[in-house]
């Protein structure tokens, strides 16, 4: 950020003023003031305008009144603040927890001398933020269950519920940054009032942020998490009274991430590649027909009124611990994104000594099943590819397009994505699987902002680089240390 400097001219604004009443009062620390305006003028900014990492958000403080206005400093921050509000057994809990704080310096000989804002002047103070990548240590003091969790939480969060179009958020949940300033008086009759200034204007202005989010590793699913099921077996029958024809199984992993553009209008596709194996019960049961398949996106925010110790989507808690003890509540709201009826589906069948490779998510249920249907000798099986494509668009008026922001972590509000996926089976028995995949929404870097890592050389590049510091290192010549001659020993510590 630069350093502000107050710069004034004569001439009037015509813009409408405001005007408070308060009376002076030594003792309560009451001060009148005049009319006055005080406006935040941000440069190249309109309203659907996104600010991503490492973007200056720079503009100018104009402040004019209409009497002469005495004061002692000038604020001008950049705050992120989160908000929630969890209802509880007698009144709902409101929390409100600072994210950001980042405040420019105005030096002292920026001031004008004496400090008094004289009437009929209009004063412009320059400022310059840059969007941090991180917060400070300070924004997470709780403790936390894993060092990760603190790593979650000190990523700078994306604005919550202030987009122009939905963003898949309740109104309980909030994330809102903006560029706020104050013009301070601090009367030294009071020196309480002394320590934190009385405010005698204010102005604020809010800023969209979409910080870039990368890639993370996949989400470890254990059998407690309720949120995912990444396998699902069912026993199919031809009717409640027939025998059993067999088991399928249909099982699948995390998909990559899927990658918001800087603009947050548009984003990358992906795909889910779901495994069907059908075990039959006698060898010549025909494997069922795949008649439809489908996705929808469901977006969970997880907000609360205390700081959160985990993270929220692999933790199971139970309804009345949550809402009680934990004052933690969620939101949960799904998109369509893909159904399709399929024609001409095609099982693979192989004998069943060629082990199918295990996913590591099959429950104990599935695998009892897995053993009582080992009669056939034979296993058939598929791979289904969905692909997801979010409905980022919508055209210029905003259309049926939704704002999908990064999944994050925060102390009190986070967000999750959850891949639903659904595949209908018909033909020897009739059936569907569902899946609940973890899926995450990533966020591209901006162009041009310089924050990227500097890519690493090929191996060509770097041998050639190598070469020419040994040549242009400089030689120093010395008698070697007679401890190391003719020997083999390595130098190290006493």
Known sequence: MVWGKFSSSSSASSAASSDASTIHNGSSGKISFAKFQMEIQLKNHFRSKVYNTGAPIEGDVVISTHRDVRFDSLQII?????????????????????LLKLAMPVPQSAYPVPRVLEAG??????????????????ACAHAVDADHVR????????????????????????????????????PAADEAAAAHGVKLMEAAEQVTILPTFGERPPVSVGKADRLYRMAKSKTLRKNLLSSRVGRVTASATQPSAVFLRAD????????????????PATPDAAPPRVTAVSAKLAAYTFYSSTAMTSLPDLVSPS????????????????????????????????????????????S??????????????????????????????????????????????????????????????AGSGSATLSLRLPIQVAAEAAAGLGMAEEE??????????????????????????????????LPGYD
């Open 78 to 98: 950049l705050l992120g603040m989160a908000r929630t509000r969890v209802e509880g057994m007698g009144a709902p809990h409101a929390t409100t927890h600072t």
């Open 121 to 138: 002047r209009t004063y412009r103070v320059p400022f310059n933020f840059v969007v941090p990548p991180h917060l400070t240590m300070g």
């Open 151 to 186: 790593d979650c939480h000190l990523a700078l969060p994306p604005t919550v519920g202030f987009w122009e179009r939905d963003d898949l958020s309740p109104e309980t949940a909030r994330v809102e940054y903006c560029v706020k300033a104050r013009v301070l008086r601090s």
């Open 264 to 279: 947050g209008l548009a984003a990358s596709e992906t795909a889910a590649r779901v495994r069907l194996e059908f075990e």
């Open 319 to 362: 309804p009345r611990s949550s809402a009680v003890l934990d004052r933690r509540a969620s939101y949960a709201t799904t998109v369509p994104l893909f159904s399709a009826h399929v024609d001409g589906f095609r099982w693979e069948q192989r004998p069943r000594h060629q082990a199918r490779r295990d996913s590591g998510y099959s």
């Open 364 to 425: 104990a249920a599935d695998l009892d099943g897995a053993r009582k249907s080992s009669a056939s000798p034979v296993l058939h099986t598929c791979d289904i590819e969905v692909p997801v494509r979010l409905p980022c668009g919508g055209g210029a008026k905003g259309g049926r397009g939704k704002t999908f922001i990064p999944s994050f972590s925060s102390c009190i509000v986070s967000r999750v994505y959850v891949l639903q996926l659904s595949v209908a089976l």
């Open 456 to 489: 690493l050389p090929d191996f060509e590049t770097a041998l050639e680089e190598a070469e020419a510091d040994r040549h242009l290192r400089p030689r120093v010549l010395s008698v070697p240390d007679h401890r190391f001659v003719e020997t083999s020993e």
